[in-house]
């Protein structure tokens, strides 16, 4: 496995990675600019096969764990363009491990594959319209990040063949990250082991990194199972004991105590099996919790609460209980040197050019769920400091925060979305195989391979940046992973609802060979809009 021998690579080299002399090429500041030039004028020649896979992939629409026909589809491109590829990463079989190249440094780029429940949506069209109902859909836009970095890593790949550049490009996805499920467990395998960097790459509408926490919560996912007796609810109700009691009386428990929980705290909830029928007394139910917080010792303190919760509620409805971690995630916390630098190359390649079509879309899909109709943006977002601990209030989680306290990480939004969307819905896949992604993934695709020059070439980055690692990000804090002993990856989620609505979607898949964009296969005449 390509994986075990970094590994046991980085176990000679003086402790690790974080603290070895991993530049093996050097290039001055004028040959790096000159590369960087060279690169920009590879990716675009490359705008037709990003468009390719960014609607394949769009097409694909699954959910967490059961991104089978995405990564079949990657892991084919990448050994076709001379990766090595590990598949079933971490014994997860939709996760897998590309690898090209020898030697140090070795840059791993990063980001996810699946999709949201419920989100099936025609592109370019600024209505609900699905096109299966029901059906799930890529409503945060993970479709576009592979195509991001495997633009930028087959444009490096040439160039480092070309220049005699030695190093090591790493490609992984982030399977199941709406369910926060799996980065922690590549971690706990030892697959960043001996890299020295991580280029992670997320769909947004703006351009732009940034450093330290900006707002990133961490949390633990727990199932409770309750266990109780079924009896006939009306004949004798009394024989039984209710496992669906136990989980209303925790929603109880827990939305009293939120009164007086830290404002940094965020706790929600799903019943995911309440029962079977309502003449059966319930003897299995189970509830889904998500506990955030912004540090590890909170994050410990909210799930222990949790579990009184559920402690409190099996003692009162008589019936028991255990529970199931489905995945956890460390707060993020990004690399300020490489931020820094990664910044200066966002700047150079700034925002996409968008068309009189582009900005239609985006202000009649505004309109319609009732925001302002702002359009895009123009102008990279600012660098901005990330605010104090103690001023952090919570908000979104992404489990690469787990890879971030292992290894130098700097986490890249890319414009291909469109701004003042709800997040985790249908209007947010409107424009995620429509030429704003299109741009967007080139803009992104860009900017990575800048990086991947700094980072291969630049013989100060990578000292500065471990220097940040060792001396601030991990002085005082020392990552401790949130997994149990014998907690393993819940592969079966969301294979019910792909069994559902896989084969409706098959028929959508798109067709390269006949199509020339997935809009043209739709039969969309770009944008759609409602007639005033």
């Known amino acids: 496995m390509q994986h075990k021998v970094l590994k046991a690579l980085g176990t000679m080299v003086v402790l690790g990675h974080f603290f070895s002399a991993a530049q093996a090429t050097t290039l001055s500041e004028n040959e790096r600019e000159s590369a ?40 084919a491109f990448l050994e076709q363009h001379g990766f090595e590829v590990e598949r079933g990463m971490a ?30 949506q025609k592109p370019g069209v600024a209505y609900h319209d699905p096109i299966v109902e029901g059906a799930p859909g890529h409503g945060e836009g993970h479709n576009s990040g592979q195509v991001v970095n495997i633009i930028a890593a087959l444009a490096m790949k040439d160039y480092m063949i070309a220049n005699d550049i030695e190093g090591t490009l790493v490609l992984w996805p982030g399977v199941a990250e709406e369910q926060l499920a799996t980065k922690a467990y590549y971690v706990r395998e030892g697959y960043f082991d001996n890299v020295d960097a991580v280029l992670y ?24 199972n309750f266990y109780g007796e079924s009896a006939h609810s009306a004949g004798s109700p009394w024989r039984g004991r209710s496992a669906l009691d136990a989980v209303e009386l925790m929603s109880v428990g827990m939305n009293y105590r939120r009164e ?42 909210l799930w222990e609460i949790g579990d009184k919760m559920a402690e409190g509620a099996a003692m009162m409805s008589n019936t028991t209980w255990d529970s199931v971690v489905m995945g956890t995630a460390w707060p993020g916390h990004f690399n300020k040197p490489l931020a820094l630098a990664a910044y200066e190359n966002i700047k150079k390649v700034g925002m996409p050019t968008w068309s009189e079509d582009d900005l239609t879309l985006a202000k009649a899909l505004q309109t319609e769920i009732g925001a302002e109709p702002i359009g895009l943006p123009t102008d990279v977002m ?28 700097i986490f890249m939004l890319y414009p291909s979305n469109i701004p003042n969307l709800p ?20 803009a ?33 804090i020392q990552y401790t992973s949130l997994l149990r002993d014998g907690d393993e990856p819940q592969t079966y989620l969301n294979e019910d609802i792909m069994e559902k609505y896989r084969e409706k979607m098959r028929k959508y898949y798109y067709d390269p060979e006949k199509y020339d964009t997935y809009l043209e296969q739709l039969g969309i005449d770009y944008p759609m809009v409602k007639k005033p």
Do not use: C
């Open 201 to 224: 790459s997320h769909v947004g509408s703006s351009f732009g990194t940034f450093y330290g926490n900006p707002a990133f919560s961490g949390l633990v996912s727990v199932k409770y």
């Open 382 to 409: 600012p660098m901005r400091a990330p605010p104090p601990q103690e001023k952090l209030t919570g908000g979104g989680s992404d489990d690469v925060g787990d890879i971030a306290w292992n290894v130098p990480t």
């Open 260 to 301: 007086h929980l830290r404002l940094a705290q965020r706790t929600h909830s799903v019943i995911v099996d309440g029962g079977d029928q309502p003449n059966v007394v319930p003897q299995k139910a189970t509830a889904w919790y998500f506990f955030r917080e912004t540090d590890y010792p909170h994050i410990k303190a």
């Open 91 to 120: 014994g997860i079989p939709t996760a897998w491990y590309a690898t090209w190249g020898s030697g140090k440094p070795v840059i791993a780029l990063g980001t996810d594959l699946d999709g949201i429940p419920k989100a099936s």
């Open 36 to 75: 960087k030039e060279a690169l920009v004028s590879a990716i675009d020649k490359q705008t037709k096969l990003a468009q390719v896979m960014n609607d394949m992939i769009f097409s694909f629409g699954e959910l967490g764990f059961q991104e089978v026909e995405t990564s079949a589809y990657l892991t």
């Open 444 to 476: 992104g695709a860009k900017a990575h391979a800048m990086n991947l020059v700094d980072l291969f070439t630049n013989p100060d980055l990578l000292p500065e940046m471990n220097r940040y690692f060792k001396e601030v990000q991990t002085k005082d």
């Open 423 to 442: 997040g985790h819905n249908w209007a947010n896949a409107v424009s995620m195989a429509t030429p704003i992604a299109h741009k967007g993934i080139i």
